[in-house]
Nanobody, 120 residues
Framework: QVQLVESGGGLVQYGGSLTLSCQAS????????MGWYRQAPGKERELVAS???????DYADAVKGRFTISRDNAMNTVYLQMNRLKPEDTAVYYC??????????????WGQGTQVTVSS
């Protein structure tokens, strides 16, 4: 199984910055994609940013130019640097990892979520 532990959420003022971290642990063969999703009250969970094992990234339009996703493959950790935060960025942020437990069995694991609140 793959466990994801997130850290770095909190309360920040409009225009401020936060960095989220997520480390994967457990028994697995590969970690392919890692990413961050968020879910605001009354809304569906949405992709914020993702990064492949090779370093290719993808961002939601709402965060392009403000957020940066990065990954340390040696530490099985993914980061989300969030700058110029806005109140509409307020949500629970979830880490996600996809890969293979062995040669056959894939996994799709989620962290417990970390709250990010941006005050106006």
């Amino acid at each position: 199984q793959v466990q994801l532990v997130e850290s770095g959420g909190g309360l920040v003022q409009y225009g401020g910055s936060l960095t989220l971290s997520c480390q994967a642990s457990g028994t697995f063969f590969t970690i392919n994609g890692m990413g961050w999703y968020r879910q605001a009250p009354g809304k569906e969970r949405e992709l914020v940013a993702s990064v492949t094992s090779g370093g290719s990234t993808d961002y939601a339009d709402a965060v392009k130019g403000r957020f940066t996703i990065s990954r340390d493959n040696a530490m099985n950790t993914v980061y989300l640097q969030m700058n110029r935060l806005k109140p509409e960025d307020t949500a629970v942020y979830y880490c996600n990892a996809k890969g293979y437990l062995n040669y056959i069995n894939p996994y799709d694991s989620w962290g417990q979520g970390t709250q990010v609140t941006v005050s106006s």
